[in-house]
């Protein structure tokens, strides 16, 4: 059985663009293979943040992926600083890592230019912890999104490199590509994300939720009721292929290039089936919240299983290296 790993940052609640993009997917991966799923701590403190609110945060968001069918029997879920040979990894990838390729990185292009004052050396090299994280647990799929394929790539020409100094150890990590479309906000126009304020999270309640679908962007050359649409433009038509079943989705595709239906009536079919496929999810949370002792038993257990393994791949590197111990 092949060995998946992926991480996310405990960036707090879940909303729908994380469920929808990634965890989902990560649920359905169980069935297939040896999964290692970590709440990537290391990587969060690149960025400003409250440091008084990342462990509630990480918590929070173990609890989430819990909820959303994370099973803690089927897959190892952990917090990345309570494995420390991440780290010492990630050192030792440092030294065949040439330091052009992390400058070439669009993704450290992006954040540089998000915190001109924090540019920081952690920024730069996340790739390398980044394929740390991986390889250490010598993961072969890695489930990606477009935008982090170009860290895959990286990840791959540093095991090369470590391979061709020390012998061939590691294998290279394949990006385990999703087909799911990409989430627009409710904007519509960028990337689901708390700091832009466009989310829906996962333990939002039905009232929220409906008041946040009804002032969504919709086709823009729906101007009147009557103005037929083209769903394919239509973010509100993207989501309802998550949540709504074929006769409710054809409903909507026929309604809106007709005009047949109004975008409200649309919104309201999307918000009664989001809210229906969330319900489960939040009761779920909530019993873990009445618990949370439960949830660090299950952080404290995964890490337990993820540092065995972590510590023997340590220990063969360190050999192959040279180190003395």
């Known amino acids: 059985m092949d060995t998946v790993f992926s991480g996310i940052q405990p960036s707090g609640e879940l909303h729908l663009g994380n469920y929808l993009g990634a965890v989902r997917n990560w649920v359905a991966l169980q069935d297939e293979y040896r999964c290692f799923f970590c709440i990537v701590d290391y990587h969060a403190i690149t960025q400003d943040y409250d440091p008084a609110a ?9 609890g989430d ?7 803690p029997e089927r897959s190892v879920l952990f917090v990345q600083s309570s494995v ?9 990838l440092n030294t065949v890592t040439p330091f052009g390729d992390l400058g070439r990185m669009t993704q450290f292009k992006d954040k540089a230019e998000k915190q001109v004052d924090n540019i920081n050396a952690g920024l730069l090299n996340y790739p390398i912890l980044q394929t740390a994280d991986i390889i250490i647990y010598q993961a072969r799929l890695v489930p990606v999104g477009v935008d982090q394929v170009q860290h895959i790539e990286l990840a791959r020409e540093i095991v090369r490199r470590f391979n061709a100094r020390w012998g061939e150890y590691f294998p290279e990590p394949q990006a385990l590509l999703s087909s799911t479309p990409k989430i627009l906000g409710l904007d519509g ?11 829906i999270a996962l ?3 039905d009232d929220s939720i409906r008041k946040k679908l009804a002032t969504a962007a919709t086709d823009p050359a729906r101007v009147r009721r009557k103005d037929p649409g083209n769903p394919d433009v239509c973010n509100i038509h993207t989501l309802h292929t998550f949540f709504s079943d074929a006769e409710r989705i054809q409903w909507v595709r026929s309604g809106c290039t007709t005009a047949a239906i109004g975008c409200i009536d649309c919104k309201g079919a999307l918000a009664d089936n989001v809210i229906a ?7 779920r949370k909530q019993q873990l919240q009445a618990n949370p002792e439960r949830v660090k038993e299950i952080l404290h257990e995964g890490a337990r299983k993820a540092r065995a393994i972590a510590q023997r791949t340590i220990a063969e590197v360190r050999a192959r290296v040279g180190l003395w111990s």
């Open 203 to 205: 333990g939002e309640d």
């Open 84 to 92: 420390p040979e991440h780290l010492e990894l990630c050192w030792i």
């Open 189 to 199: 126009q960028a990337k689901m994300s708390k700091s832009i304020g466009n989310t």
């Open 277 to 283: 496929h969330l319900q489960p999810i939040r009761e």
């Open 54 to 62: 990342l462990s509630k945060r990480t918590l929070e968001m173990a």
């Open 65 to 71: 992926l819990i909820a959303c069918g994370i099973d």
